[in-house]
């Protein structure tokens, strides 16, 4: 069965960085592509960005370009986001979903989610 | 962007009663290949976000046939028959046609039982 394993929860300061982590299983990793979707606390659901594992294009939310890195290691199958220079509204419960490979718009498996908390 | 506007934002039903779920985009969600790419979604309290339909209409695997999409267009809705209590929860309306810039969610409509 198609499982997405998150990393652990995060707590980090304003203006450092955080990595996520998303390891799949239960299909071909590399057949398909990886969106990333944050929640606030309270609040929707925020698409963030997509990476194909098949090719390795990427697409970001215009307010997240420059601060956002999305990556896959097709010999783990694991997929990972990075955000930098963290402010206090980026403390979200953060998904990985399964997507298409060559488009963002599938989201048919969802991680557990991961909490980063951004707090001085 | 695309903006998606969902309604109600709360849904107070009595189980076993229908419920209705609307969700308009400011744009036309018909691709250039003929596909219509809206989805929902259903969030219960403390979970991950789990796809309920698929391009307007299309049930997931395993999604109960008490859940119904339609609509074309900019319109869209998604119905439930017959209200459950494990129904309780968030749903989002997503559109993925106009990417470039990228997916957009509704705003979400909380379910509740009376």
């Known amino acids: 069965q198609v499982q997405l394993v998150q990393s652990g929860a995060e707590v980090k300061k304003p203006g450092a960085s955080v990595k996520v982590s998303c390891k799949a299983s239960?299909?071909?990793?590399?057949?398909?592509?990886i969106s990333w979707v944050r929640q606030a606390p309270g609040q929707g659901l925020e698409w963030m960005g997509w990476?194909?594992?098949?090719?390795?294009?990427?697409n970001y939310a215009q307010k997240l370009q420059g601060r956002v890195t999305m990556t896959t290691d097709t010999s783990t199958s694991t997929a990972y986001m990075e955000l930098r220079s963290l402010r206090s509204d980026d403390t979200a419960v953060y998904y990985c979903?399964?997507?298409?490979?060559?488009?963002?718009?599938?989201?048919?498996?969802w991680g557990q989610g991961t909490l980063v908390t951004v707090s001085s | 962007d695309v903006v998606m506007t969902q309604s109600p934002l709360s849904l107070p039903v009595t189980l076993g009663q229908p419920a209705s779920i609307s969700c308009r985009s400011s744009?036309?969600?018909?691709?250039?290949?003929?596909?219509?790419?809206l989805n929902w979604f259903q969030q219960r309290p403390g979970q991950s976000p789990r796809r309920l339909i698929y391009?307007?209409?299309n049930r997931d695997s395993g999604v109960p046939d008490r859940f119904s999409g339609s609509g074309s267009g900019t319109d869209f809705t998604l119905k439930i028959s017959r209200v459950e209590a494990e129904d309780v929860g968030v749903y989002y309306c997503?559109?993925?046609?106009?990417?470039?810039?990228?997916?957009?969610f509704g705003g979400g409509t909380k379910v509740e039982i009376k």
């Open positions: 997503m559109q993925g046609t106009h990417w470039p810039p990228g997916l957009t």
């Open positions: 744009q036309s969600l018909v691709y250039s290949d003929g596909n219509t790419y």
């Open positions: 979903a399964r997507d298409s490979w060559n488009d963002p718009s599938d989201l048919d498996y």
């Open positions: 391009k307007v209409s």
């Open positions: 990476i194909s594992a098949y090719n390795g294009n990427t």
């Open positions: 239960g299909y071909t990793f590399t057949s398909y592509g």
